[in-house]
C-alpha cells in the first residue's frame, strides 16, 4: 500500500532523550480533522502522525524528534530504569481521527465511534515502516490505554485491535 502523507508540521516538540522503542496507538476523541488540529494545538500537545478518515496520513512531528502525546505513561518499568516519566522519549504517537461516542463528565473521552478500513490499513502500513526503521518489537505496539491504564481509553473496544496486530504480523 503507498500511503498519503501530507506534512502538518507542529512546534510542540523536543529533542529525544531515548532510542524509539515503543509505537502508541491513540484515538482523538474530535469530530473532524480540523477539531484535531485546534485542540492539538490549544492544548500544546502533538504526536507525529495524525490518520483522517480517508487514511491521508499527516506528519506533524519528525519521529526523532520528542511528541507530547502519552503524558504519564509506562510500559513494562521503563519509567523506572531510566527516571522519565512517561514514554514520550521512547515513543512514536500515531493520532487516528475518531469521533467520541461516549464523553465522561470530566470531558474525557471514554468510547468512540468506528473507524475506517482507510484508516486501519494506513496505521499497518505506517506502523509496519515505522516498525523496521526504529527497530520496534511487534509487543511494543501498543494502545494509549495500555499505557497511561485508568487515565486513558484510546484506541478504545471500537479499534479492532487483535486484527491489527495480526496484520502487523504479515510480511
Not at 126 to 150: F, Q
Request: hydrophobic share 35%.
Amino acid at each position: 500500500m503507498k500511503l498519503n502523507l501530507v506534512a502538518a508540521p507542529s512546534p510542540d516538540f523536543e529533542d529525544r532523550k531515548d532510542t524509539v522503542q515503543f509505537i502508541i496507538i491513540h484515538a482523538t476523541g474530535c469530530k473532524t480533522l480540523q477539531e484535531t488540529f485546534d485542540c492539538l494545538a490549544r492544548r500544546h500537545v502533538s504526536a507525529h502522525y495524525v490518520i483522517d478518515v480517508d487514511g491521508t496520513v499527516y506528519g506533524l512531528v519528525d519521529p526523532d524528534k520528542r511528541a507530547f502525546h502519552s503524558g504519564v505513561s509506562d510500559w513494562e518499568g521503563y519509567c523506572e530504569r531510566t527516571g522519565f516519566k512517561g514514554l514520550n522519549d521512547a515513543s512514536i504517537g500515531i493520532e487516528i481521527q475518531c469521533g467520541p461516542k461516549e464523553v465522561l463528565e470530566n470531558g474525557e473521552v471514554c468510547k468512540f465511534d468506528n473507524f475506517s478500513n482507510d484508516q486501519i490499513a494506513s496505521c499497518v502500513e505506517l506502523c509496519k515502516r515505522l516498525m523496521r526503521i526504529y527497530n520496534v518489537k511487534l509487543d511494543h505496539v501498543l494502545r494509549h490505554s495500555d499505557v497511561s491504564p485508568g487515565r486513558k481509553y484510546d484506541p478504545g473496544e471500537t479499534f479492532p485491535w487483535d486484527i491489527f496486530k495480526k496484520m502487523l504480523e504479515k510480511k
